[in-house]
């Protein structure tokens, strides 16, 4: 159960630090933007780095978690640290449930997200990283059910 809640809340900081990693790529969109509009001869462009930091500080966990666990799980690094319990045919048969349900749940959310995509104008000169915000709101409430109905096993 431990293993369960360790894997949702890495796979949720994941998405987060994404979504922050992805603020400076916005902003430096934007910036090219209003360079295009303007016209201007000369023009510099930062980004700020420390946006990536929680990337850099989630994957060197990933890794050593990867790194300890790797003689009792056998699972492929690129669905780490997705928790995947196939030991026996329940274990089986209620992973294949809850991916069933978490992809199901994609076919609910992903039409709200579009309506939501309705009102970004509103939101534009406000809070400019809205689609950013809109479009990770599917894998988290994918991520979200997956757990939810595969913690079943674990109880």
């Given at each position: 159960m431990k293993r369960l809640w360790f894997s949702l809340m890495m796979s949720i900081?994941?998405?987060i630090a994404f979504g922050l990693a992805m603020?400076?790529?916005?902003?430096?969109?934007?910036?090219?933007a209003d360079?295009?509009?303007?016209?201007?001869?000369?023009?510099?462009v930062e980004i700020k780095v420390v946006w990536f930091l929680p990337v850099v500080l989630l994957a060197i966990i990933e890794a050593i978690d990867c790194l300890w666990n790797k003689r009792k799980n056998k699972s492929s690094?690129?669905?780490?640290?997705?928790v995947n319990p196939s030991d026996d045919e329940r274990e089986r048969a209620?992973?294949?449930?809850?991916?069933?349900?978490?992809?199901f749940t994609i076919w609910a959310v992903a039409p709200?997200?579009?309506?939501?995509m309705c009102f970004y104008p509103l939101f534009t000169d406000v809070f400019s990283i809205y689609p950013m915000?809109?479009?990770?709101?599917i894998p988290f409430v994918q991520v979200t059910v997956y757990y939810l109905k595969i913690r079943r096993i674990y109880m």
């Open positions: 900081c994941t998405i603020i400076p790529l916005i902003q430096l969109t934007n910036g090219l360079l295009i509009r303007n016209d201007a001869s000369g023009f510099s690094f690129w669905i780490y640290p997705l209620i992973t294949a449930k809850a991916s069933h349900d978490a992809f709200i997200c579009a309506g939501l915000v809109v479009v990770l709101i």
